[in-house]
């Protein structure tokens, strides 16, 4: 048995270290062997006591670090005390009494909203402490404490703790009343979480005194029972059940899946409490880590508020609220923003205005659309038909509309006989020429602007987006950019299209709107498109589209905590010199011999692996070396995906650079695992 139970006090001086002590001597009378650790102490002797009286042989040291002599709250005793908490080292101290004892009872100091440092309390300390701890909270037994209780129940619940149990308290010879003998009822009927019982009043701390006491009145069986493992009944019911996007679930029945259960900052926890990086932030979504604070208020308050109502004939808040904030964060001229839900959806929107715009303005001609190889713009049919990967167009070739398919440079393979990046420009030249003869058939240009994601991380060198805007005002056809991977400072900027100061008609956002919570999309429209839609009902000029939860206030919600997030920790200054580092860490890849091609834009990187270096040979699909390489990473606890034969690295912005540095490393080690063995 390994456990942690976190105990935590309804309020100061309501009983904790004696219940404690006492639940130590309970579990020792059990056979467990017992270790205990009181992170931060203000004033007393309580770390002390616990070593001596549960005959714990830690130093004194490690069960308690931090140590202020005023009984003050934490972050103001140690600030009087001029010493900073290192959380790393609590997590370093807590990860060793762990490994040493098969039970660690943790003491907080009072309740779970005492500040120990700044914006950091008792509650951020455990759940970053063990996301597999429970609490164990005590309460005094008398008069007001149903709402203590409670309160702490509910906080630790919606802070994602489990509560192991309420254990109560008698601090006092006082009297008993009646709330007294009803309270504890009352607590357990309102709170849905177990009664351990009551510590009587102790007389003496005698160990066989104290156990003699508690024998009747506390039950730790609770505490003991392991939880069964779900893993099994989970893994087969996925096969029974679940169709995983993109997947040969032909081989997908043949394997273990990982089952994520949790998560926090840039790890993600599977059913088993086997911790993960999140190398690819769940697919290009996550930006700040998960369980962030912020974001995750921002939702719990709104759904209490109002969780869901329609944007067709009806407004709400939050979505009112965002569109003024996604409009001031665009480049200027988006001042519509048509919601939906997926990025798929923003581009199917994009298209349908784009293309019913010159219909309602007379233009009717205008028909085309032109995107480029190797796009990917999503998976609904609209998207899916101005996509470039040929593997996914081929398979439903009959069901998509025709385009104008644009050549164009991968950045790594230019065609025999031409140099990059100048024949990125050549392909440029030739979409001018096409423009020129044919723009009056044209509705409209899209591309994913800088990084062709899907593609393999594709990217352009300077100066291509710029021409391609001025191309499309010039000839008058709507620009539209898909940002839904670029957008939200996974390039290092807000929007790619900043890099390069351009002005589109029409932008598409999704993945990172959220912050990886939720899901939202947003079409940001020009007004000079959005007039061409205004007109007398009659004339059907009226934007024909919708989808149910259009503007949903909870994904809303989670979008301006983002936005907020962004600006309070100053996400995209403290994201710069992080991107730095990783460009020095990845300039190690070049060292393997059939790495062929390291791009990185920002965050988002691209490790394309090829048969041969000199002629760029690409190894063939179905040997699966990129799915192999992440399968390899896995083992060392790291998440990734690979684009075919092109290793992906999309962390979070969050992300610190010693973990960035533990990323790359276990890359690293992946990639000439594989390639040694292939
Ligand atoms: C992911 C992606 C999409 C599709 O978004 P979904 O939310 O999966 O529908 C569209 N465009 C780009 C550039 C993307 O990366």
């Given amino acids: 048995m390994k456990k942690t139970f976190f105990i935590t006090g309804t ?22 062997d017992v270790g205990v650790f009181k992170p931060v102490q203000c004033s007393g002797n309580d770390a002390e006591f616990l070593k001596q009286s549960l005959g714990i042989p830690d130093p004194i040291k490690e069960i308690n670090p931090y140590f202020a002599k005023e009984p003050l709250s934490p972050n103001v005793a140690f600030y009087r005390q001029k010493m900073r908490i290192d959380k790393q080292k609590i997590q370093r101290t807590y990860e060793t009494l762990k490994a040493r004892h098969e039970v660690l009872l943790v003491e907080g100091a009072g309740g779970l909203m005492v500040p120990i440092a700044r914006d950091y309390c008792i509650l951020d300390l455990a759940r970053d402490l063990d996301p597999d701890l429970a609490m164990i909270i005590v309460s005094r037994l008398g008069l007001g404490t149903i709402n203590h209780s409670l309160l702490t129940v509910k906080q ?93 679930m032909q081989d997908w029945v043949n394997q273990e899946p990982v089952i994520i259960d949790r998560a926090k900052g840039c790890y993600l926890y599977d059913v088993d409490g086997r911790r993960y990086i999140d190398g690819i932030s769940s697919l290009w979504v996550n930006l700040h880590g998960h369980a962030q604070k912020a974001i995750d208020e921002s939702i719990l308050c709104q759904v209490r508020k109002l969780a869901h109502s329609t944007l067709l004939g009806l407004s709400n808040t939050p979505a009112i609220e965002l569109a003024r904030q996604l409009v001031d964060i665009t480049p200027k001229g988006l001042d519509k923003v048509f919601y939906s839900d997926s990025g798929s959806t923003s581009v199917e929107i994009a298209i349908k205005i784009a293309y019913q715009y010159w219909q309602n303005s007379g233009k009717t001609r205008k028909t085309r659309l032109v995107h480029l190889a190797n796009s990917y713009h999503g998976d609904t049919l609209g998207s899916v038909s101005i996509g470039g990967i040929d593997l996914f167009h081929q398979a439903y070739k009959d069901l998509v509309f025709e385009t ?13 006989g031409k140099k990059y990046p100048e024949y990125a420009f050549e392909c440029l030249d030739r ?65 790619a299209v900043e890099h390069e100061h351009v002005r589109p008609d029409i932008m598409c956002l999704a993945k990172g709107i959220t912050a990886g919570y939720l899901p939202l999309a947003a079409t940001m429209v020009s ?152």
């Fill in 11 to 32: 309020d100061t001086d309501v009983g904790k270290t004696v219940a404690t002590y006492a639940l130590g001597l309970l579990l020792q009378n059990k056979g467990v």
């Fill in 156 to 248: 630790a619940r919606y802070n994602g703790l489990d509560v192991a149990g309420i254990l109560f308290s008698d601090a006092s010879l006082k009297k008993k009343g009646v709330s007294e003998r009803t309270n504890p009822g009352i607590v357990k009927q309102f709170a849905g979480v177990p009664v351990l019982g009551t510590i009587p009043y102790l007389k003496s701390f005698e160990p066989r005194q104290v156990l003699r006491s508690c024998a009747e009145t506390v039950n730790i069986r609770s505490l003991l029972k392991t939880r069964p493992s779900q893993r099994e009944r989970l893994a087969a019911t996925d096969k029974e059940n679940i169709w995983h996007p993109f997947t040969q």
């Fill in 431 to 495: 979409f001018e020429a096409l423009l020129k003869k044919e723009h009056g058939t044209i509705a409209a240009f899209i591309v994913e602007p800088l990084v062709q994601g899907a593609a393999g991380m594709l990217m352009w060198p300077k100066g291509v987006l710029k021409r391609m805007a001025e191309l499309c005002k010039q000839y008058d056809i709507v620009f539209i950019v898909d940002e839904v991977a670029t957008g939200f400072g996974r390039t290092g900027k807000m929007f």
């Fill in 527 to 678: 007004r000079k498109i959005y007039d061409a839609f205004l007109a007398d009902y009659k004339e059907q000029k009226t934007f024909f589209h919708g989808h149910t939860y259009t503007g949903n206030p909870i994904c809303c919600a989670a979008a301006l905590a983002n936005l907020e997030v962004f600006r309070k920790e100053k996400t995209l200054e403290r994201l710069q010199p992080k991107i730095k580092y990783l460009a020095r860490e990845l300039k190690r890849f070049n060292a393997i011999g059939n790495v062929g091609d390291i791009r990185q834009k920002g965050m988002m990187v691209g490790i394309e692996l090829v048969k041969d270096r000199d002629t760029k040979e690409p190894y063939p699909w179905e040997e699966r070396i990129g799915v192999k390489v992440c399968a390899k990473a896995r083992e060392k606890g790291l998440i990734l995906r690979p684009l075919g034969t092109v290793i992906v690295i999309m962390p979070p912005l969050a992300i610190t650079a010693k973990l960035l540095k533990e990323l790359v490393d276990i890359t690293y080690w992946a990639l000439t695992e594989v390639l040694r063995e292939a």
């Fill in 404 to 416: 104008i398919k644009l050549d164009f440079c991968d950045g790594y393979r230019a065609p025999a």
